[in-house]
Each structure stands twice: as structure tokens, then as C-alpha cells.
């Protein structure tokens, strides 16, 4: 089993930033991806980033350029910094960690971008 634990997430007023960290435990294996999804209100989960054990990232086209996402394999870590942020940001942010073909996911953080 996989845990994976959220946090950084809070309200910004627009342009503003917020940085996103999720700690993975358990029985991770050595070659992995993690990342980050989100989900606003009434509409389906969507990727935001995702980084594999090799540094290999793939980013959604709406957070390019705003958004980094990063990794520290050592500690099971994964970053996403979120810059310029809007208010269609708003949503909830789930960590995740790709493994053998099975997602595991965080309990999720609220990230809230006022005008």
C-alpha cells in the first residue's frame, strides 16, 4: 500500500502563488511517476502535471509556463508550484503516484484563487 499526503493548499487572491507538496509512504517502487490532478466544482478530474523517477514531466496545456512541477526521489516527495494563478485555478488538487499500472491518490487540497 501507497500513502500519499497533501498540503500547501489555501486561498490567493489572483496572480498570486501557492506551492503544493505531497509525501509519498509505503511500498513504493523505484521507478514510479507522481503528480498532481484537479477537480472543480461539476466537472471531472483533469491532469495537471505528472514527473517520473527519471525527471520526465508532462504538463497540461491550460498551466504551462505558470505552474513547475518537481520531485525529490530520495524523500518521495513531489512539488508543484503554481504562479499567475486565475480564478478557473480553482479547484481541488489530488496527489498522485503511478506505479505498475495503479494510481494512488491523496485525500486532496483546496486551492481557492479570489479576484
Known amino acids: 500500500q501507497v500513502q500519499l499526503v497533501e498540503s500547501g493548499g489555501g486561498l490567493v487572491q489572483a496572480g498570486g502563488s501557492l506551492r503544493l507538496s505531497c509525501a509519498a509512504s509505503?511500498?513504493?517502487?523505484?521507478?514510479?511517476?507522481m503528480g498532481w490532478y484537479r477537480q472543480a466544482p461539476g466537472k471531472q478530474r483533469e491532469l495537471v502535471a505528472t514527473?517520473?523517477?527519471?525527471?520526465?514531466?508532462n504538463y497540461a496545456d491550460s498551466i504551462k509556463g505558470r505552474f513547475t512541477i518537481s520531485r525529490d526521489n530520495a524523500k518521495n516527495t513531489v512539488y508543484l508550484q503554481m504562479n499567475s494563478l486565475k480564478p478557473e485555478d480553482t479547484a481541488v488538487y489530488y496527489c498522485?503516484?503511478?506505479?505498475?499500472?495503479?494510481?494512488?491518490w491523496g485525500q486532496g487540497t483546496q486551492v481557492t484563487v479570489s479576484l
Open positions: 514527473m517520473s523517477t527519471g525527471a520526465i514531466t
Open positions: 498522485t503516484l503511478a506505479q505498475w499500472g495503479y494510481n494512488y
Open positions: 509505503g511500498s513504493i517502487l523505484r521507478t514510479n511517476a
